[in-house]
């Protein structure tokens, strides 16, 4: 609900507040007065798209501040979250339009954005006039009024979920064929080349253990003679004969020597364990290089198949068994490809049906609420005085989408065997005022939390007509927040609050102004809309009576 709209500097305004309540309130004043300068106002601060220059001619700035309540559960909520801005129970919009033309836009004294002010406006207020192609005139919302009409969110979230499987069904059917399109088309390639692998099995660290083996085999021949002098100088006939000799001499000595010769003939067997040991790893050596020449060109066959197959492939040799796997599974893939996509053509067709089944039953849904909303507008027709208009809802199959195959057209025959119509194609100025106020009506239900704003809906209509609009607006805006620009009596007859807009010239200066009216107040205006510039005691006892009999 708006709680208020402050205005300073805006157009012909140089102060204005508004302290707004629920219920009907009413703006009045003489054509030109300004009345429409407070709507544009308030489209300001909601960041609508319209006039380029609002800054008072000789202010530097002009600003506009609306303070809204928000309910526990309303919208704006989840959208200030988003945002990253301020959440609470009052909702304070700001925003200051320079005279070089800079705009700058505040949330809760938050700095934002207008594309910010306009998905708050969408949730907090709904503009209706006779031009309403943001509302109920636009055939596009139409399905949308009836889905909120009939309360179908929990059918259209089935259809959603529904359209989504079947969207993300065709999605891997269509990935799965071109994956199995793309391996066909590789088919031989892949056989051969898993063949290839299969035959020659590689195995991780093979090519470094062969290339060392190859390296070791191409060197036997020079090595092997220094291994084999080495071997010779470390045997018995080397150093080992002589070091033996010498501790067999000590041993003998020691039995005279006593202790003394003990450490030497502890270190002489500790070198002597120490030269076996190496006289046996230089044997082994001597063996490892004792090789069959077939056994080296075995070695370098099988180096160079894998490191042939691996630069073919663009990979490491030590890679080759992860892409052997790889083709393994291609194949294996491939293999099975009909039989999986047979399954995804069932998953597919499954999908399809149950989004089928959704869109139906909300068509059904669709339907049933359309009938409702025909026989509401008849009752809200007939005390507007538009009992022989014929209003239908009509629903024709369209392109399936997320939220069903129906398309949605409010349509109206003015008069008994007339061809039907879009609204705004069809009735005349006044008679699509009272369509748009019925059909509001009956839709207001399923607007909580909106503050509705009627632009002159009244124009065009007068007498029993127009106190028939009146009565709706009243009822419209019980319970709701409801705020009317108008110049019909009848209407302003019923205002919960009134106030009136002004012009005025001082010391030149061109001004709008506006006042809260209090009861004699009202009746001196009503009087005026009544009879004119010149009022008459007649005109202030109607005032009252149309004040008294609302």
């Given amino acids: 609900m708006l709680l208020s709209l402050d205005i300073r500097d805006i ?255 502890d270190a002489l067997g500790r070198a002597l364990d120490e030269l076996g040991q190496a006289e046996q790893a230089v044997s082994r050596a001597l063996e490892e290089l004792i090789f069959d020449p077939r056994e080296l060109e075995r070695v370098e066959e099988r180096l160079f198949a894998i490191r042939g197959l691996a630069r073919k492939h663009s990979v490491a040799p030590d890679e080759l068994p992860a892409l052997a796997e790889e083709f393994s599974a291609r194949l294996a893939a491939l293999d099975g490809g009909a039989g999986n996509l047979a399954a995804l053509k069932a998953g597919l067709t499954e999908a399809e049906q149950a989004y089928e089944a959704a869109a139906a039953a909300l068509t059904s849904a669709r339907t049933k609420a359309a009938r409702k909303l025909d026989k509401a507008m008849a009752r809200e027709l007939a005390p507007l005085k538009m009992e022989r208009a014929v209003f239908s809802t009509e629903i024709a199959a369209a392109e399936p989408g997320p939220e069903g195959a129906d398309a949605v057209t409010f349509t109206v025959a003015t008069n008994p065997g007339a061809p039907a119509g879009a609204l705004n194609k069809i009735a005349s100025g006044g008679e699509l005022s009272r369509f748009l106020l019925a059909l509001k009506v009956c839709l207001t239900g399923r607007s909580e939390g909106l503050t509705m704003i009627f632009d002159e809906i009244d124009r065009g209509v007068g007498g029993a007509t127009a106190d028939a609009v009146g009565r709706r607006l009243e009822v419209l805006a019980a319970g709701s927040q409801v705020l009317v620009v108008t110049h019909s009596p009848q209407v302003a007859a019923r205002a919960a609050h009134h106030w009136r807009v002004e012009k005025r010239v001082e010391s030149g200066v061109t001004r709008s102004l506006v006042t809260v009216l209090e009861q004699s107040d009202r009746i001196t205006e009503i009087a005026r809309m009544l009879a004119g510039d010149r009022i008459t005691d007649a005109a202030r006892a109607a005032a009252t009576e149309l004040i008294q009999s609302s």
Avoid at 48 to 58: D, I, L
Avoid at 147 to 176: H, P, Q
């Fill in 11 to 265: 157009a012909l305004i140089d102060r204005a507040a508004l302290t707004l309540r629920p219920g009907l309130n009413v703006l009045t004043g003489e054509t030109g007065a300004g009345k429409s300068i407070l709507l544009d106002a308030l489209g300001f601060v909601l960041g609508w798209r319209g006039r380029a220059e609002m800054v008072r001619p000789g202010a530097s700035e002009g600003e506009v501040v609306a303070v809204f309540a928000l309910t526990p559960d309303h919208p704006a909520r989840a959208i200030l979250a988003e945002a990253g801005l301020p959440v609470s129970d009052e909702l304070i919009l700001r925003r200051v339009n320079s005279s070089d033309g800079r705009k700058s836009a505040y949330v809760n004294d938050r700095r934002t954005s207008g594309e910010v002010l306009r998905a708050l406006s969408d949730v907090l207020v709904e503009l209706h006039g006779q031009q309403d192609d943001r509302g109920l005139l636009n055939p596009r919302g139409h399905r949308q009024l009836l889905d909120d009409f009939a309360g179908n969110a929990g059918l259209i979230a089935a259809t959603r979920s529904a359209w989504g499987a079947v969207a993300a069904a065709r999605k891997a059917l269509v990935e799965a064929e071109t994956r199995l399109d793309a391996e066909r088309a590789e088919e031989d390639f892949l056989r051969h080349a898993a063949a290839e692998l299969e035959e020659l099995a590689p195995e991780a660290g093979e090519d470094a253990e062969l290339d060392a083996r190859r390296r070791l085999m191409q060197g036997a021949a020079r090595i092997g003679e220094d291994i084999t002098r080495a071997h010779q100088a470390l045997g018995n006939e080397g150093a080992e004969g002589p070091m033996i000799d010498a501790l067999r001499w000590l041993e003998g000595a020691a039995g005279e020597a006593g202790e003394v010769l003990t450490p030497a003939i």
